[in-house]
Every structure is written in C-alpha cells, then in structure tokens.
C-alpha cells in the first residue's frame, strides 16, 4: 500500500497533476474573527485562575489546568453536551467554538481557554435572534433542521456535526453540496450515511433569514 501510494504522489507531481481535487478554497470552518492576545496577562497555573467566557457567562475554574478543554468543559463547566469520543482529534464529537474557530476540545489544553470566547452546543441556539413575542430564544436553524430530516440515530456525534454546519453557514451563506461534505470530513458517524446530516445542512443554509 505504501509502495502504491508513492507512486501515485510521485507520479501526480511529475506530471502536473498534485493539485487535482483539492479545492481552491476550502472550507476552514472559521468565522474570519480574530483572537486578540495582546491583554492576555501571562499566567502561571495553578497559582492563577483559568478565566474565560462560555456561551456568553463568565466562568473561573480554579481546578482543571491540567485537564484537556473537552473534560474543562464537561468536568468543571458541567456542560456536558459536548462529547468525548475518541479523545485524538478523530472523531469530531467535541467540536465548540472557540475565538471564532471551530475546534477539537479533546486536542486543547485547558489552559488555552484563559481570556478566550467559548461556544457550546449549549449556547448554540442563543446565537439565533429571538423571535417569539415572548422573548424566548429558538433552535438554530441547523438544530432545527436535524430535527426536521430525521438526522440523528444514535445522537452521540451529533453535537460536533451540529457545530460543524452551523461555522459552515457563517463561512458560507449558500454552501454547496460539496463544500458541506468537506465542513464535516472532522465528524465521524458509524450509525449513518451521512445523507440526511448533509441534507438538513443544506436545508439550514436555504432556511436562514
């Protein structure tokens, strides 16, 4: 396999060919915003708390500098929505948000998430505007549309899926199918065909106001 797999390289790049079916501009599931660093005191941990913003709440952990930003959130924050997987940037299931950047929380050290910006699936709908007279928030359109198409079995993956399609849409207004298929090569499913998950994605996209 790996005397093929050369070949094939070798043989791409003497012949013109490497860049073929790479996309010229592929999906980074970024939302352009960038982190500032410049006010970030330097600490030293554990002697200084681990201060950051979840989901738009302050939150002080004085525990958990040693922990990966997956167990931060889940053993500390309590926010157990995001998922562990398979814990080596493999899976997906853990993806939040963070500085604006969707990341694999099992891959980040607690540490990071000091002065930074935070979003959980939690926190997911909140970023929609309310619509209801009540003042209540809503799903986000991709919530909904999981929902809607039947997009779930089992659900454990769901979270990093559903994290995944809504950095998508604030990337792309109107991605395609293709470039929904590239904004959730980070998530594995081993219940699905991924079929409905692509189509409530594209139905989210079609959906926003």
Same mark, same amino acid.
């Given at each position: 396999?790996?005397?093929?797999?050369? !070949?094939?390289?070798?043989?791409?790049?003497?012949?013109?060919?490497?860049?073929?079916?790479?996309?010229?501009?592929?999906?980074? *599931? /970024?939302?352009?915003?960038?982190?500032?660093?410049?006010?970030?005191?330097? !600490?030293?941990?554990?002697?200084?708390?681990?201060?950051?913003?979840?989901?738009?709440?302050?939150?002080?952990?004085?525990?958990?500098?040693?922990?990966?930003?997956?167990?931060?959130? !889940?053993?500390?924050?309590?926010?157990?929505?995001?998922?562990?997987?398979?814990?080596?940037?493999?899976?997906? +299931?853990?993806?939040?948000?963070? /500085?604006?950047?969707?990341?694999?929380? #099992? =891959?980040?050290?607690?540490?990071?998430?000091?002065?930074? %910006?935070?979003?959980?699936?939690?926190? =997911? +709908? /909140?970023?929609?505007?309310?619509?209801?007279?009540?003042?209540?928030?809503? =799903?986000?359109?991709?919530?909904?549309?999981?929902?809607?198409?039947?997009?779930?079995?089992?659900?454990? #993956?769901?979270?990093?899926?559903?994290?995944?399609?809504?950095? *998508?849409?604030?990337?792309?207004?109107?991605?395609?199918?293709?470039?929904? %298929?590239?904004?959730?090569?980070?998530? *594995?499913?081993?219940?699905?065909?991924?079929?409905?998950?692509?189509?409530?994605?594209?139905?989210? +996209?079609?959906?926003?106001?």
């Amino acid at each position: 396999m790996v005397r093929v797999i050369t !070949r094939r390289g070798l043989t791409a790049i003497r012949e013109g060919r490497e860049q073929v079916g790479m996309p010229k501009k592929p999906i980074l *599931l /970024d939302s352009g915003s960038t982190a500032d660093f410049s006010g970030r005191a330097a !600490r030293e941990f554990p002697a200084s708390p681990i201060e950051t913003t979840i989901n738009g709440r302050k939150y002080t952990f004085r525990n958990g500098y040693n922990k990966t930003l997956l167990r931060l959130l !889940r053993e500390e924050g309590m926010l157990t929505g995001t998922k562990e997987g398979c814990a080596e940037g493999e899976c997906g +299931a853990c993806t939040v948000f963070l /500085d604006g950047q969707a990341v694999m929380s #099992c =891959l980040v050290p607690a540490p990071r998430a000091h002065g930074a %910006e935070i979003v959980t699936v939690e926190g =997911l +709908a /909140d970023l929609t505007p309310s619509l209801s007279p009540s003042g209540e928030g809503r =799903l986000h359109p991709v919530q909904e549309k999981f929902i809607e198409y039947g997009a779930v079995q089992c659900g454990y #993956c769901i979270p990093g899926f559903i994290m995944s399609g809504a950095k *998508l849409l604030e990337e792309k207004a109107n991605p395609t199918e293709y470039e929904v %298929e590239q904004a959730i090569t980070g998530n *594995l499913c081993r219940c699905t065909g991924y079929y409905k998950i692509v189509k409530a994605i594209e139905e989210a +996209a079609n959906s926003k106001p």
